[in-house]
């Protein structure tokens, strides 16, 4: 037979925003494609980190982090949802949100389980699912708002269904489930006796005075989901790979072992430079990136409906998606590439959100950005013609 690939590999391939990261460094353009939020990391984090390293805290930490982290996120949690947690047996800390991810999954699911997933998704979620074996059923969510129809949920369950993955609020949609929407989800999952995979990672990125709703908080939610979330946004740490997930401690050993297996742990001092941030940082700091980022995203908003696109404003997140009916192309990626070659800003073609071509009318555009360079952005977009 010889040398080959596996036929595992045909699942995982180059995502549709590295690639067009990829295109917009080829030509020296602004990247508003890959969700790297550009502001500054907080000083505390940085000197956490600094200290950690300087104090020798540099080894492998236990499968599930360190203790003062996993007691942060405790505290964490515990304000957030009004319950309290046990840091010594219902958190892992991973190698982000998409690894933790990846260890629930390979924790949970068998090959052939149908999980539903909530289109426009984010890809990362879908390709984590195939590579486990695992059949993503999408259930489609509806423009402007992207509101789900109660029937096209309920006929999405099958004799297979395992498990539902929630992200909230979302990407690429900016969607902001309300509690309505959350129990209703609820309600299938205990009906069925379902997991719920919850992505929680712009849980403070929410606009308009809306809040944020854990999903864990809901009846009968509890046993069954799995929080998780991360620092990587909030803080702007995105390299630094620090995540967790909350569960009940009948899940959270097995996926822990999964995190040592493929990750070991996430690095020690960075770990620590995270801990000083939960503990120092107060709430006017999380208030006040959702107030810097709505004025954001108003602004870009602003800026694509001025060429005559459709912006889809989000309640939620730090994503945009709009329609992008007047610019050339007969798919998203022509239309993306167009867009990148005559203005300079790249985007992602919403062909990476959806499992067929219902995206192809739609681009991502990522406003986590330091005022002056949105501004200039937003200065090449109204150039548009």
Not at 70 to 86: C, L, N, P, Q
Not at 98 to 125: K, R, W
Not at 241 to 247: A, E, F, L, M, T
Not at 334 to 351: D, H, I, N, Q, R
């Amino acid at each position: 037979m010889g040398l080959k690939l596996s036929d595992r590999q045909e699942l995982v391939s180059q995502s549709d925003i590295r690639s067009m990261t990829i295109e917009c460094d080829r030509i020296g353009g602004i990247n508003l494609a890959q969700g790297v939020c550009d502001l500054e990391v907080p000083l505390a984090v940085r000197q956490g980190a600094h200290d950690a390293i300087e104090n020798g805290i540099n080894t492998y930490t236990r499968f599930d982090g360190l203790k003062p982290l996993r007691e942060a996120i405790a505290a964490k949690h515990e304000a957030s949802t009004g319950m309290a947690v046990d840091p010594e047996g219902e958190i892992i800390t991973s190698a982000g949100t998409t690894g933790v991810f990846f260890c629930a999954v390979m924790s949970l699911l068998n090959p052939g389980d149908d999980v539903i997933v909530f289109e426009p998704y984010y890809g990362y979620h879908i390709a984590t699912l195939r590579a486990a074996g695992a059949v993503p059923v999408f259930v489609r969510m509806d423009p402007p708002d992207w509101s789900i129809p109660k029937d096209r949920l309920l006929n999405a369950v099958t004799k297979r269904t395992r498990a539902i993955i929630l992200n909230t609020p979302a990407n690429p949609s900016g969607k902001v489930f309300s509690r309505k929407e959350i129990e209703m989800i609820a309600e299938l999952a205990c009906r069925h006796d379902l997991f719920v995979f919850t992505d929680e990672i712009y849980e403070d990125f929410v606009y308009d005075g809306l809040k944020h709703i854990p999903p864990v908080t809901i009846d009968g939610m509890r046993e069954r989901t799995i929080t998780i979330a991360g620092f990587s946004k909030i803080f702007s740490i995105t390299g630094w790979r620090v995540g967790y997930c909350v569960c009940d401690k009948k899940w959270a050993r097995s996926i822990g072992y999964f995190n040592d297996l493929i990750y070991v742990c996430a690095p020690a001092p960075l770990q620590m430079g995270v801990v000083r941030g939960l503990s120092t940082l107060g709430r006017g700091y999380y208030e006040t990136i959702a107030r810097d980022h709505q004025i954001k995203r108003d602004r870009i908003c602003s800026s694509l409906a001025s060429i005559g696109l459709t912006p889809y404003v989000p309640r939620g997140s730090y994503y945009v998606l709009a329609d992008m009916g007047p610019v050339p192309g007969k798919t998203s990626r022509e239309k993306a590439m167009y867009f990148l070659e005559k203005t300079g800003v790249a985007s992602v073609p919403g062909k990476a959100f959806y499992h067929d071509d219902a995206g192809d009318h739609l681009c991502r555009f990522c406003f986590a950005k330091e005022d002056p360079i949105l501004e200039q952005a937003c200065r090449m977009i109204e150039g548009f013609r």
